[in-house]
């Protein structure tokens, strides 16, 4: 008997309280009765797909958007129904994005929320539905930096939040955060990072991002200037200059392993044996469906998008877009990239054993090259980057483009 593949799914819901400010994602605020339409169509979206034979579901994944904001029973509907349709493993990792100002009825979701399940009856029910995973969005401990970023909550309330969680059941909690922030200082980072730390039962998983002024957002109009400084080298008049920024990253690390965490990947840090499983699916190149708007999906050498438009998703538009077959090459080239994300690298022998050639062979010259700069390193049957690779990795990555 065959074997089954290791499979993954993306639910996208769109939906937030309101937009950040420096937030380039696929989100918006809708109202109750188009989140209930849009679950509806996600629903039919997810019975129509067929290719389940032969899969194993390893994680499941809920990101946003804000998938904390609908009725907790739409989340737990929807996970009923991919188990339904697909197998999953009985280990499988299911994750949800939440936050930390959608969990409670009182929260600050414009102040016009109608009453509805108070926080800690939301997270026991996402508990009770499987999913074993939250990623919770933080950003900072600075509340005068959450409203910089236009963030709808505090420190105080994803404190609160948080202790609900763990008594909620959740063991494995990561918390999203970001530096390089207007106006942030390396004091005002360390102290997020103290107390994000110091939280009791303090978090399995960090993500940590730079922040990237991404255009079409309000933060581009008030700071891409600014950002243009700070590539240029110059001293910017509101974002941390780039010595700042290589600070907040070297005290980030220095926290984060004096607490017993690894980076696993260049932002996303772990105790041992909390790597996302998700994300690493996505570095190592697992197939997946993504349902729901403007969702990605990648399976055999085929990989498409769902529309980014509302209406037409909400019009049962389901067909594939951005088709697309990966060749040999965009594979070879893929297996690189993403595996040097990651701080264990790209494993030669799966290499060889899938693409009938060594990638030494390959990438002779890069690789020689890059190693002679110490940009990578070569142990143990693994090519990974180093710490002065990983400072730089866009540029070792450019490398690896075949022609
Ligand atoms: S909550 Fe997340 S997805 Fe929603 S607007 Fe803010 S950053 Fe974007």
Redesign the pocket.
């Known amino acids: 008997m065959e074997s089954s593949i290791p499979f993954q799914i993306y639910v996208h819901i769109p939906f937030?309280v309101r937009?950040?400010n420096y937030?380039d994602?696929l989100?918006f605020p809708a109202a109750e009765e188009v989140q209930r339409q849009y679950f509806d169509c996600l629903k039919q979206e997810i019975l129509g797909f067929e290719e389940t034979e032969g899969k194993e579901v390893v994680s499941v994944f809920f990101g946003?958007?804000?998938p904390s904001l609908p009725d907790p029973s739409l989340i737990t509907q929807t996970l009923d129904l991919i188990r339904s349709r697909f197998h999953l493993a009985p280990d499988a990792e299911i994750t949800l994005e939440c936050?930390p100002g959608t969990l409670s009825s009182e929260d600050a979701s414009g102040g016009n929320r109608e009453a509805g399940p108070d926080s800690c009856d939301k997270l026991i029910r996402y508990r009770a539905a499987g999913i074993n995973r939250l990623s919770m969005?933080l950003q900072s401990a600075d509340n005068s930096l959450l409203r910089t970023l236009g963030r709808i909550h505090s420190f105080e309330q994803f404190e609160r939040e948080y202790r609900k969680a763990r008594q909620a059941g959740f063991d494995n909690i990561s918390i999203d955060l970001m530096y390089g922030l207007p106006g942030q200082t390396i004091e005002s980072w360390n102290e997020t990072l103290d107390r994000v730390l110091a939280l009791e039962n303090s978090p399995e998983h960090i993500s940590a991002y730079s922040l990237i002024i991404e255009e079409g957002t309000p933060f581009y109009e008030r700071y891409h200037e600014d950002a243009q400084l700070k590539s240029l080298g110059e001293k910017p008049l509101f974002l941390p200059s780039e010595e700042e920024e290589g600070q907040m990253l070297h005290d980030l690390k220095e926290k984060l392993f004096s607490a017993g965490m690894h980076r696993y990947e260049i932002s996303n840090y772990a105790l041992d044996g909390f790597e996302s499983r998700h994300n690493s699916g996505y570095w190592l190149r697992r197939q997946y469906a993504g349902f729901g708007l403007g969702a990605s999906s990648q399976i055999g050498s085929l990989r498409y998008k769902n529309t980014d438009d509302l209406s037409r998703y909400l019009a049962a538009d389901f067909s594939k877009r951005e088709m697309f077959v990966l060749s040999r090459d965009n594979e070879i080239e893929e297996t690189m990239f993403l595996g040097l994300r990651m701080t264990r690298g790209v494993d030669l022998e799966a290499f060889e054993k899938k693409f009938r050639v060594s990638a030494l062979t390959v990438y002779a010259d890069v690789i020689a090259r890059m190693r002679e700069n110490g940009l990578l390193a070569l142990e143990d049957g693994r090519l990974f980057l180093t710490e002065r690779g990983t400072d730089i990795s866009n540029l070792v990555m450019s490398e690896f483009l075949l022609d």
């Open positions: 937030c937009k950040c937030c994602f989100s946003g958007g804000t936050n969005g």
